[in-house]
């Protein structure tokens, strides 16, 4: 109802001849499942409502505004009711729809409003946090800088990886990639740029597609740049066996295959889709994001799973051939990089477990993790690696290293450990690169095979002797 002595005006706008008011109201509708005669009474009930005499009892009554516009020509009507004002207002529908609660969202917003009418508030700060409730933000470069600096980072990491890969075409660089073939370098860079390439589904609207790229490619990628490395430290281990002979014959084939394995299980996130989560935060930008179906999420758990036996049994064997001496520079430079997946990996878990409200933190800690995980295992692997072995290899100190390592390999105290056991008991003699056979038990404790494996600086076969 106006009050006494009050006129009412449409809501100033930013240009002449425009304003805006919000248009709301009540809507009816009839159940499909009543009878035929209970449609036809409800359609003369709303017909009665909705009839231009009725209206006019509603606008003078109650002081609403009618729908109905025809009622608002009427000269006599007119004469009570202020019609220019109705006829004037360029009425927007209120965005009811795209809240869950459209009332909370409403209270927020007068509010914020009341803070800028009656408080300190600038007009600014005022528009920029009902901005923040009101619309769902993307992580863009067109909207924040932080993503454009990001979006830039990624793009010359791209480039970086591609120039950097280019080193083994050099001749004299060749020696250095002993341990990694042409064909492994090139699905290790595959592998690097797919994981690289993961951070860019974290630009623009959020969308059941990129939510399953970016797992299919984050996913690929792991593969792509672990399995090469798993494949040759097989095929290095210090005790000739089957596994290793049919890695070596197979390398490429059991590559693809694991690749292919890897790419047919993400395609499980196809019969249960990703699901779009928006985020409402309090006082902050509300943003969407990608959340698993239930299927996802145990598809998820166990590729979790399997990242983390790939990760563990690549340092054990690193541990086992730690000494080989064609790969002791390569396995030393390889530690390292392991030691840093390791805790790239958790990091990435913990931060993805937790649930965090602020928009920018979430997006660019994400691209932040893949940027340097796919960066710092390639330039380390085609660049920082060749510094090291080559400030490692002076001659003097290479010679040394070596010796050294032969004196651990010829040490006693693994021949006392292998001489306790009795003399009826079947033993093997392990032949190293120097010549002299090591006795041991061929059941012989874990531990005593696990040091003859570490301080092997060469392959070696196990004859057994009945």
């Known amino acids: ?26 809507n009816i ?11 036809n009474a409800v359609l003369e009930v709303i017909k009665f409502i909705a009839s231009e005499e009725e209206q006019k009892k509603l606008v003078s009554v109650f002081g609403v505004k009618s729908s109905v516009i025809n009622i608002y020509n009427d000269q006599e009507f007119c004469k009570y009711v202020d019609c220019d004002f109705v006829k004037n207002i360029q009425g927007i529908s209120r965005p009811s729809s795209n809240f869950d609660n459209y009332e909370l969202y409403s209270i927020k917003v007068i509010n914020i409003f009341n803070k800028f009418l009656y408080g300190n508030k600038l007009a600014k700060d005022t528009l920029t946090e009902i901005d923040n409730i009101t619309r769902i933000h993307i992580f863009s470069s ?9 979006l830039i980072l990624l793009i010359l990491a791209f480039f970086m990886i591609v120039l950097s890969t280019q080193i083994i075409l050099i001749p ?12 492994i370098i090139i699905i290790y ?10 951070g860019c589904t974290y630009f623009g609207q959020v969308k059941e597609i990129k939510c399953f790229l970016r797992h ?13 490395i798993l494949c040759n430290l097989i095929i290095n281990f210090p005790e000739q066996n089957k596994i290793s002979d049919f890695v070596k014959k197979r390398k490429i084939y059991v590559i693809l295959c694991t690749v292919a394995v890897s790419a047919s299980f993400n395609t499980l996130h196809l019969i249960s889709p990703f699901e779009i989560k928006t985020v409402e935060v309090e006082d902050g930008r509300n943003y969407n994001t990608c959340t698993f179906s239930h299927i996802g999420i145990f598809v998820s758990v166990i590729q979790r799973v399997v990242k983390g036996l790939f990760l563990l049994l690549i340092n054990i064997l690193i541990f086992l051939e730690w000494n080989v001496r064609e790969t002791v520079y390569e396995l030393r430079a390889l530690n390292i990089i392991m030691g840093m997946n390791w805790i790239l990996h958790l990091i990435y878990i913990i931060f993805n477990a937790t649930s965090i409200q ?4 979430s997006n660019m800690i994400n691209v932040v993790i893949l940027f340097i995980f796919s960066l710092s295992n390639h330039f380390y692997m085609f660049v920082i690696r060749i510094i090291f072995i080559r400030e490692s290899k002076s001659k003097g100190e290479e010679e040394k ?17 292998s001489a306790v056991y009795s003399a009826n008991t079947p033993t093997s003699t392990i032949k190293s690169d120097t010549g002299t056979g090591i006795s041991v038990d061929s059941k012989g404790t874990y531990k005593n095979r696990i040091l003859n494996y570490h301080y092997s600086t060469r392959k070696f076969s196990t004859n057994s002797n009945e």
């Not at 004299?172 to 064909?183: E, P, W």
């Not at 299919?216 to 090469?228: D, E, I």
Request: with cysteine; glycine share 8%.
């Open 401 to 417: 290293f070596i010796d050294k390592l032969l004196q651990l390999n010829n040490q006693p105290t693994i021949v006392n450990n």
């Open 189 to 198: 860079t595959l592998g690097s740029i797919l994981l690289l390439g993961t």
């Open 216 to 228: 299919l490619m984050l996913s690929l990628g792991f593969t792509m740049v672990f399995m090469p």
């Open 142 to 150: 067109k909207y924040f800088s932080e993503s454009l600096v990001l």
């Open 1 to 26: 109802m106006l009050l006494p002595n009050y006129k009412e005006t449409p809501l100033p706008g930013r240009n002449r001849d425009v304003n805006g008011s919000c248009v709301g109201g009540f």
């Open 29 to 39: 509708g009839i159940s499909k499942y009543v009878s035929e005669e209970s449609i």
């Open 172 to 183: 004299k660089y060749k020696s250095y990639f002993q341990f990694m073939g042409f064909d």
């Open 358 to 361: 602020n928009f920018l933190v």
